[in-house]
């Protein structure tokens, strides 16, 4: 049953271990993201792969790794990096990891929210640079979190873990999701609201929906313009999820407060609009980046794979 198995890039060694205890040959391409001629050539022959979102795994890719190709199992929650239909025509299982990450990524959604809301950035900016001169009645002022209106738009699994913070820092809950939560409403108090609406009515915005054709540029000049002045919308699920020359020229126009941000449009590109902005807050794609999360990510992903091609059902596969 081993066969050869490539992983994209340098992971946890807690999944490698999975991988290399079940006898396969496991082939660890680059720390860096690969160039795509690198990855095709490394992908020849695979019967497994253990993927990122910095590769696009797609019909060609498949093609080129054979028909041995049984599995490919991306360490992540999101997959749209991954072609799921030309798999699916191709007998290949995608799996990704759901369950693990939720808590990890929450905590960064609200450390965004918090920092943008605050002005850490440019507080601790202006600090590092000597220019802070002194304490100030009027120095770096933004709203408060605590007791506001919070929307979450996508209320699945990170988006409830948000919800669950938002109620320890006194904050109402609403929330859009083409389907209702009922459990999710009575637990954590949450309303759903049309999107409009929501935006209309809360300080906050925190988006949690996965990247699809119908949630690119879900948040774009027209929503961004529903939103109140002092709001702070926060994106760490997707980049294209929201427009992200629109919120350049929202956040330039002060006709909302500030942004927190993990991920972006192309990565590692940011818009220049963005870069040169004191009210949005920016990280390099951080959302599951916690010591114990990445160990986890690894291991459930390598364990999809071990599955696969054991020939016995992975915990996390998706469908188109
Ligand atoms: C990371 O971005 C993930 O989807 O898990």
Do not use: C
């Amino acid at each position: 049953m081993p066969g050869k198995v490539l992983v994209t890039r340098e992971i946890p060694e807690a999944g490698l271990r999975v991988l290399k205890e079940a006898g396969f040959d496991v082939t660890v391409l680059s720390e860096a993201p690969p160039a795509r001629d690198g990855l095709l050539e490394a992908a020849r022959g695979a019967k497994g792969v253990l993927s990122t979102v910095t590769e696009t795994v797609d019909g060609e890719f498949m093609d080129v790794a054979g028909g041995g190709l049984k599995v490919v199992a991306n360490m992540a929650v999101g997959y749209d990096n991954v072609d799921v239909g030309a798999a699916q025509e191709r007998g290949v299982v995608v799996t990704n990891t759901p369950g693990v990450l939720d808590e990890t990524t929450a905590d960064v959604a609200f450390m965004l929210l918090l920092a943008a809301a605050r002005r850490l950035g440019e507080a601790e900016r202006t600090l590092r640079a000597g220019r802070w001169e002194w304490w100030g009645p009027k120095l770096f002022m933004g709203p408060d979190v605590w007791g506001k209106r919070i929307g979450i738009v996508g209320l699945g699994r990170i988006g409830q873990a948000v919800a669950r913070r938002a109620r320890g820092f006194g904050m109402e809950i609403y929330y859009h999701n083409r389907s209702r939560k009922e459990e999710a409403e009575r637990e954590l108090g949450a309303r759903w609201m049309e999107l409009d609406e929501l935006l209309e009515t809360v300080d906050f915005v925190s988006v949690h929906t996965p990247l699809t054709e119908e949630t690119r540029h879900l948040i774009g000049a027209e929503e961004l313009g529903k939103m109140k002045p002092r709001a702070v919308l926060v994106n760490t699920s997707r980049g294209p999820v929201v427009d992200e020359a629109a919120l350049a020229e929202a956040l330039e126009a002060g006709s909302i407060f500030a942004a927190g941000l993990d991920v972006y449009e192309e990565e590692p590109k940011v818009h220049p609009k963005l870069l040169e902005r004191e009210n949005v807050v920016l990280a390099p794609h951080i959302g599951s980046g916690s010591i114990e999360t990445r160990d986890r990510m690894a291991v459930l992903a390598a364990e999809n794979i071990r599955a696969v091609l054991r020939g016995e059902p992975p915990k996390n596969p998706v469908e188109q």
